[in-house]
């Protein structure tokens, strides 16, 4: 059974009322509200960290893996080593030097009790540096972090601090960050006024997302993505309304550009309104750490390109979440009483420059056309239908498909004409004999979910019918699809397979290659054995899967197996934000692999992985690791061996691909300066650099890094972003033939020594 996340792409509690949301009486009062908020929050007249760029390449609040970006990243120009000042006076209380993170990080308390922060720094200020440096003699390594009492080490504003780098990153840049007295990160940007930028944010989609399983969407239990389109005056529109019924939430992708600058950044603030009524805002002012890596509660973490997402929920995933980030008490879960609302999205960037985006739902409860008799000829045909009370001629409309429910070219005319009973539709048509014919309905009441009716004669074998099945998981629901390689118009029907019992699915036909089987609950989802597919007027059955699925509660605790016993997966209480269904697949043959679905969950907590060796294949347990799948590519995982068991134990902070793989092969030099047989004069050689690489389990820190200089140990700098080693030269080398040693070690002790021979003729 496979995992999916399927959107419907088109192109083509108490019920809301007024006094649920905060009401404003127009979208210019709700944004000059947030204008004021900004510019009264944040007096100061604090400098700008350094004078090489005001340009940047991040803003406050955007994603990153596991965290919200707790600052601003300043462009240094592709270089390192450009003056950073103190934005204003205070003293040094703290600095840290690390191969990952911030790299080498300072951090001030300003006079006001605020904390500046200067991360990814190449080198710090005269004073600053000898402190390290001594410290990191003393202690034998470069990583160390040296604290500071009040007025021990006092800067003037506008002093030189440090100087711009890329340690702990792979790009030069400053990253800057403004704290509260409490250490709570606070937008920069709330303090600094005269950034140019009159670009307004881009709007490139959005998303109805179902949230219990009686939510339809334009009949269907399928989030909807609509592309969005510029309709001019910072005004954007999507094609046609979309047709809601239950509790829903909306999604959008959304970013910000400036002019002459290729970044894309998050925006500053998004509210939805609904009829000019708030119905949810987010706004990025401050956020605290120990809520950062909610940052995939706050953007659909399935929707992230990379380690970029812009996809934005406008909906709380769970109603005690008190994220900083959430301006009201509103949850942004919407439950309409049936009627027509114009809803509006409101995007706001640092600037206060400000994108609308409008859209019409309609709120419609969901019923089926019930066919009882088709008809058909060459190029013509028609299709009786059960008489509805609400129903009415021009409720209906019809249109050529194929079979993908896509629209085709063709001429199609069609009459309709009602009696007391019956409806009947007549149609002539000129078209493919592969394409049908989708008749959809809506009345003032109701939304009638289409049917489709194929042009010619019906399908009704199994043979050659080929079908997968995905299972769709929702923050609340969950249900099957089920995807036919044709249409197929013979009885069908869905089942879960309890003991030796069969319960009886309700589905729906989204297209005529396509089908959601509805599940009641979790649940029931968790006791069935199977789940099977019979077709025919025999029940043939056509497709089975054996299910080894289990509900995780947040209050609870449980150990998930796969199917050969050999893979567990173990959830502690309060992992999960809310009750969801897990299992796990075997990946690929060849590899001792397993999926732990659904992929791409937020969890409150690392699950505990463990896989037992009672094979024997792995021989030699100090090489072996399990590791992380993502885009392929493998993330080392921190591994213990039980020997008594045969066990490898890891923890993880996601749901996804696992593998257990062995790493007998060390780090390897890409290159270096000097390079080995190399000449320089000695005024040229200010610095040894030598890149590594190291394909499975990586090199953990500066500890496993030795560096030595005709025989003599010096402590090296390690980025551990980039994979490079680093030794600025104290003076000049004599004239002659010089030796450099390296030795690394990767997490699975696999070693490299690497020598390097050059001379200095001058």
Known sequence: MHFMWQRRREETEPKYTQGRFLSVNSMVRGVSLIFVFLCTLYPSDYLWPVKVSRELSSTFGEYRPGHFHSGIDIKTNHSIGHPVYAIDRGYIFKVRVSPFGYGKVLYQRLIDSTIAVYAHLDRFSEGIEKIVRE????????????????????????????????????????????????????????YYYNVNDKTIPTIKEITFVPLTRKTFLNGYPDPITKKVFYHGKNRWRIKGKVFVSGKFGIEVKTYDTKRGIKNIFSPYSVQLFVNDSLAFQVAYDTILFEWTSYVDVDRNLRMREGNKNFYHRLYKAANDLPLSIYKSDMTGILDLSPGTYNMKIVVLDNSLNKSELDFTVESLPVRNLKIIKRSFGKGKGSIILEKAKDLHMDNFNLEIVNRYGVRE?????????????????????????????????????????????????????????????????????????????????????????????????????????????????????????????????????????????????????????????????????????????????KGEKEKVAYWVYPVDRFLKKPIRIEYRDERHIFLNPIKTAIYYIEEGKPEYLETEYNFSENAYRAKARNTGLFAVLVDTVPPVVVRSRPANGSRYYARDLKEIKIYLKDDLSGIKDDTALELFVDQQKVILEFNGASDYVRYRLKKALEKGTHEILLRAMDRCYNKLEYRIKFTIIG
């Not at 506008?158 to 704290?179: C, N, V, W």
């Not at 729906?508 to 290659?513: H, I, L």
């Not at 509660?553 to 796969?562: A, E, F, N, Q, V």
Request: charged share 20%; hydrophobic share 35%; aromatic share 12%.
């Open 135 to 190: 410290k990191q003699q003393k202690v034998g390594r470069f990583s160390v972090e040296i604290s500071f009492e009040p007025g021990e080490m006092p800067v003037a504003k506008g002093e030189l601090i440090a100087y711009t780098g890329d340690s702990g990153t792979k790009a030069p840049h400053l990253h800057f960050e403004i704290r509260d007295k409490f250490g709570n990160p606070v937008n920069p940007l709330k």
């Open 409 to 585: 070219p063709g001429r199609l005319m069609y009459n309709v004409s009602v009696s007391d009973s019956l409806i009947k539709l007549t149609y002539s048509v000129s078209t493919s004999r592969k394409s049908l014919i989708k008749v959809h309905a809506v009345s003032d009441s109701f939304f009638y979910r289409p049917v489709f009716i194929p042009i010619g004669q019906e399908e009704a074998s199994t043979s050659n019918l080929d079908m997968e099945v995905y299972l769709n998981h929702m923050l609340k629901a969950a249900f099957f699809k089920v995807f036919t390689n044709r249409p197929y118009f013979g009885p069908k029907s869905f089942y879960l397979q309890m003991n030796q019992d069969l319960f009886p699915l309700d589905y729906y036909e989204s297209t005529p290659c396509e089908y959601d089987i509805s599940i009641p609950s979790f649940v029931l989802l968790g006791k069935a054995d199977a789940f099977e597919i019979r077709c025919g007027g025999d029940s043939k059955l056509i497709f089975r899967s054996r299910l080894n699925m289990k509900p995780v509660y947040p209050d609870g605790k449980i150990k998930i197996h796969s199917q050969d016993s050999l893979f567990t997966v173990s959830f502690d209480s309060a992992t999960v934000l809310d009750t969801l269904v897990c299992w796990i697949d």
